[in-house]
């Protein structure tokens, strides 16, 4: 199951971006719950009670504005991807400094919202994946959305989750590479490839995750880890 979070001042358009949602999702087979808001604080507790995973977000709204919610839930590092709704092109730019999904204009809206679900469908589903590997002789499952890096460390290569756990495995890292580029991992240099879902930020020698963890990488590298980071951003 799916929440999806719907967050307009004006009935008309909650009602309209709802209809064009549930129809998308009803045609690709998905079952999905969709909240509706007309303010932008009550996106704040909503994202807190519900495993939200999609939010359209009004920006201009009275009051806490979409794109002050946004920034709130970037600073707080909550995974949920947010879609811009507006009539006003020039907010797009503002809107960029926290990383949307996605933006689409009311004017365009039919047109736009599907072709947006369908590309947020991709992610999930790559994001629902499994890593499969070998740990002190038995075969574990981790999603790949749970990953944050894996590293060669000594004899062992470590699979570095986004909740702090390691898992030890006799699985060289090019193993890694060659099976999991498609669920959006990037080799940052010989020993260690990156979960580009949880890189902030790029740099010719380091790679900043989004929980604060720094990370070396290989200049000759930089050229294609930028490519694989741009790509995932326009997704």
């Not at 580009?196 to 989004?210: C, R």
Request: charged share 30%; aromatic share 10%.
């Amino acid at each position: 199951m799916i929440h999806i979070v719907v967050a307009d001042d004006e009935p008309i358009f909650i009602k309209a971006i709802s209809d064009i949602v549930k129809n998308k999702m009803e045609s690709l087979g998905i079952h999905c719950t969709i909240h509706t808001l007309d303010n932008a604080e009550g996106v704040i507790e909503l994202v807190n009670d519900y495993p939200v995973s999609l939010i359209f977000l009004d920006i201009d709204m009275p009051g806490l504005s979409g794109l002050d919610v946004a920034a709130q839930l970037y600073e707080e590092k909550h995974n949920r991807e947010i879609v811009f709704v507006s009539s006003h092109d020039n907010y797009v730019f503002d809107a960029l400094r926290v990383c949307p999904f996605s933006f689409v204009r009311k004017s365009r809206m039919r047109e736009e919202i599907p072709d947006t679900i369908e590309r947020f469908i991709g992610v999930y589903r790559i994001d629902n994946k499994f890593i499969t590997v070998k740990s002190c002789y038995k075969s574990l499952r981790i999603l790949a959305k749970e990953v944050l890096y894996i590293k060669k460390i000594g004899r062992n290569t470590s699979i570095v989750k986004s909740d702090g756990t390691i898992v030890k495995t006799w699985e060289p890292v090019s193993y890694f590479e060659k099976e999991y580029e498609d669920l959006g991992f990037v080799k940052i240099r010989k020993d260690t490839i990156a979960n580009i879902k949880y890189l902030e930020a790029i740099a010719e020698d380091a790679v900043f995750f989004i929980n604060g963890i720094v990370l070396p990488s290989s200049k000759e590298r930089y050229a294609e880890i930028t490519r694989r980071f741009l790509a995932y951003r326009r997704k």
